[in-house]
């Protein structure tokens, strides 16, 4: 998210610090400097990214997502490759350049041969 909400997010997930530590192995806090790279979450914003890294424990973690997601500003970006339950739309919404990318991909991979289920799911 950008820096300037990075405040009110780190806020929300101290906030569900409970429900997040049984799930956690490791969470980072990274700063990233404004890039023009279409899907980057730091895209011409300086932003900082919370990362976790869960336990093997994917129906806890997909039901604890959403709670996270809800809490944290409008303004982050899911990192589009990742786990997320944000739908499709949503996780588009949130990057600029998406229809680009999108057409940029339908042009170099016309016969649709890196795309799967996901992306399709995002709409690539």
């Known amino acids: 998210m950008p820096r300037s909400d990075a405040v009110a997010a780190l806020q929300a997930i ?15 806090i990274r700063t990233v400097a404004a890039e ?6 730091a895209y011409r914003t300086d932003a900082v990214g919370l990362h976790f890294t869960w336990r ?18 409008e303004t982050a970006r899911p990192h589009w490759g ?10 588009r919404a949130r990057y600029p350049r998406w229809d680009d990318f ?9 016969e649709r041969r890196f795309v799967n289920h996901y992306l399709e799911r995002l709409g690539l």
Do not use: C, F, H, Y
Request: glycine share 4%; no cysteine.
């Open 56 to 73: 093997p424990d994917e129906p806890a973690v997909r039901a604890l997502l959403p709670v996270i997601e809800a809490a944290l500003p």
């Open 102 to 110: 999108a057409a940029l991909r339908a042009e170099l991979d016309p």
């Open 82 to 91: 990742k786990v997320s339950t944000l739908d499709g739309a949503q996780v």
């Open 14 to 28: 101290r906030g569900l610090a409970d429900r997040i530590a049984p799930l956690l192995l490791v969470n980072e």
């Open 36 to 41: 023009d790279l279409w899907l980057s979450m």
